[in-house]
């Protein structure tokens, strides 16, 4: 059975947010980075303090803890 669209996306960004350090130890910052690529289209610089969709960043964070 395919999994709905919402689902995959989240599966994806809690897989991508593995990638962004080597050890992935803090998982808070890496899953925000993840989504914020996904909804702005770049990883944020320095200063950037555009916001990102709290129920999807919440839904990566949990997706990546169960399977942590």
Do not use: K
Not at 7 to 24: H, K, N, V, W, Y
Not at 30 to 56: K, T
């Amino acid at each position: 059975m395919a999994q709905p669209p919402e689902q995959a996306l989240i599966e994806r960004l809690a897989q991508a947010s593995r990638e962004f350090d080597a050890t992935s130890r803090d998982a808070e910052r890496n899953c925000w980075l993840a989504v914020h690529r996904h909804v702005h289209g770049v990883l944020p610089s320095e200063y950037d303090i555009r916001e990102v969709p709290e129920e999807l960043y919440l839904a990566v964070l949990a997706e990546r803890r169960g399977h942590d």
